[in-house]
């Protein structure tokens, strides 16, 4: 009876994860009368299967990153796949030739996602993130339907129906997904790194759904802008859905408890092959005013307001891109997307190799602002070019660079802000990646009135010169390592 007592007295307490096992299965009833009321809440979630044993923070942040990088892989490939340049073909050719029409659809896009971003923010605060997670793969299996529908049966109205359920799809998704990660990583060069996972991941799984788009297009027979044949390279891409909701399943609760001991372990998370990061000094900073103002709280507006301001500049142009290449250099639809999945494949690299090593020579702030101001040069320098083989190395560059940008500002933002509000800061980081498509319209307008779509471009640039004096202030608000 004493050995059994003792027994049932190591399984209450749990204080490693050698008590997985026991863990496991339900507890006691005499176990958990015993505990005090602020343990019933973790009993309930065991008794459920749906927490982790106390101690395991660690393996269960290991579990939510790995998971939530191989969602986002899968959401950016269906989005690349069936809602990316072979789309805006076919809306094009739907259309008959409106490049309004297409930016219509991408501004409803955007709208959409920007109306949301604060309520499923709060609704990740107010919640378990990993729980809106879960209802989004609900959104996500509609998603499938709608868009089958409206490609089959060519309908305008099912596709506004089918922009409207990914943009909440999409925006639920990497509104919570940023935040979850930096719930379970700790400050500094670590959760550069890990945000830096998710980066990659979004664009690998770009570049990996274009390279397939430009090996199927020629055997479907479809290397010609025409709907009819576009149509069913379109609907392939929609398998990859069950992938993308499939891990919401496995992501599990990390206990503020629990995150003490990320600093120790988080290191196989995001950095398996790298250096390992020491735990990063108090950022006292944060706690000092300017004009009245903490600076916790500017260096997060003005980071993200540059970035905002940013990809409303980007959204002239972006959605475009395939459509320029294929109309002043004469590009079929095969090339364009070898085009897009090597924009994607160099930006997935670039976000894993450079900006950390960036922000260990001159800190984030400041590599965030050096490779901005490139980027924007690199861009007016593209608009006077008329040679492909100039052109697009050009173009690649300045893309996967510019794309760094967002990651090291997501980083400043994580690191200035709690857990607590990180779901709402989470969806005003996402809207960098929906805002772009609210001046869509703007470009296809430009290109309609000019002609160019270099028009389209300098505005841009014009954008991005704005958004880079809005940045400026930070590198005086930061300390000079930081």
Same mark, same amino acid.
């Given at each position: 009876q004493g050995s059994r007592r003792s027994e049932a007295s190591r399984g209450c307490r749990a204080r490693d994860c050698h008590c997985q096992v026991q863990w496991s299965r339900p507890r006691p009833a005499s176990c958990a009368v015993s505990t005090a009321s602020a343990d019933m809440t973790q009993a309930l979630d065991l008794w459920a299967g749906s927490a982790e044993p106390p101690g395991c923070g660690r393996q269960a942040a290991a579990r939510n990153v790995r998971l939530l990088v191989c969602s986002q892989f899968f959401i950016s490939a269906v989005g690349a796949f069936s809602l990316g340049p072979l789309f805006d073909a076919y809306l094009l050719d739907l259309s008959h030739g409106s490049n309004t029409f297409v930016g219509i659809l991408?501004? #409803?896009?955007?709208? !959409?996602?920007?109306? +949301?971003?604060?309520? %499923?923010?709060? *609704?990740?605060?107010?919640? &378990?993130?990993?729980?809106?997670?879960?209802?989004?793969?609900?959104?996500?299996?509609?998603?499938?339907?709608?868009?089958?529908?409206?490609?089959?049966g060519n309908s305008k109205a099912?596709?506004?129906?089918?922009?409207?359920?990914?943009?909440?799809?999409?925006?639920?998704?990497?509104?919570?997904?940023?935040?979850?990660?930096?719930?379970?990583?700790?400050?500094?060069?670590?959760?550069?790194?890990?945000?830096?996972?998710?980066?990659?991941?979004?664009? #690998?799984?770009?570049? !990996?759904?274009?390279? +397939?788009?430009?090996? %199927?297009?020629? *055997?479907?027979?479809?290397? &010609?802008?025409?709907?009819?044949?576009?149509?069913?390279?379109?609907?392939?891409?929609?398998s990859g859905e069950l992938a993308v909701c499939l891990p919401y399943l496995g992501l599990r609760r990390v206990a503020p408890a629990d995150l003490a001991g990320l600093t120790a372990g988080a290191t196989e998370l995001v950095a398996a092959g790298g250096a390992s990061p020491a735990s990063p000094e108090p950022l006292s900073w944060k706690e000092e005013k300017c004009l009245g103002w903490r600076k916790g709280f500017l260096v997060p507006v003005l980071a993200e307001g540059a970035q905002i301001i940013t990809m409303f500049g980007s959204g002239a142009s972006v959605k475009f891109l395939p459509l320029f290449f294929k109309a002043d250099f004469g590009f079929a639809p095969a090339e364009v997307c070898a085009m897009m999945a090597a924009l994607c494949l160099g930006t997935a690299l670039y976000s894993v190799a450079i900006p950390h090593r960036l922000e260990r020579l001159v800190g984030k702030a400041r590599a965030a602002f050096g490779t901005h101001v490139a980027s924007c040069a690199a861009l007016y320098v593209f608009t006077t070019l008329y040679d492909w083989r100039v052109a697009l190395p050009l173009y690649l560059v300045r893309f996967s660079a510019m794309n760094s940008v967002t990651q090291l500002t997501a980083a400043m933002v994580m690191d200035c802000v709690d857990s607590r509000s990180r779901g709402r800061w989470g969806g005003i980081v996402s809207l960098k990646a929906g805002v772009w498509s609210g001046t869509a319209f703007l470009g296809g307008m430009l290109a309609d009135y000019t002609g160019d779509y270099r028009a389209a471009f300098l505005a841009t640039a014009g954008g991005h010169t704005v958004s880079a004096l809005v940045l400026l202030p930070v590198l005086w608000l930061v300390p000079s390592g930081y």
């Open positions: 991408e501004g #409803l896009r955007g709208g !959409v996602r920007l109306s +949301l971003a604060l309520p %499923l923010g709060s *609704l990740a605060d107010c919640v &378990a993130k990993r729980s809106v997670l879960r209802l989004n793969s609900i959104v996500g299996m509609i998603f499938a339907v709608c868009c089958c529908v409206a490609l089959t099912m596709l506004v129906a089918v922009v409207v359920v990914w943009a909440v799809h999409s925006q639920a998704h990497e509104g919570t997904a940023t935040s979850l990660a930096a719930d379970c990583t700790t400050e500094g060069e670590q959760r550069t790194l890990a945000i830096g996972r998710l980066q990659a991941a979004t664009f #690998l799984g770009q570049a !990996v759904a274009r390279g +397939l788009q430009a090996a %199927l297009v020629p *055997l479907f027979g479809a290397n &010609a802008w025409g709907r009819a044949r576009l149509k069913h390279i379109l609907l392939l891409g929609l």
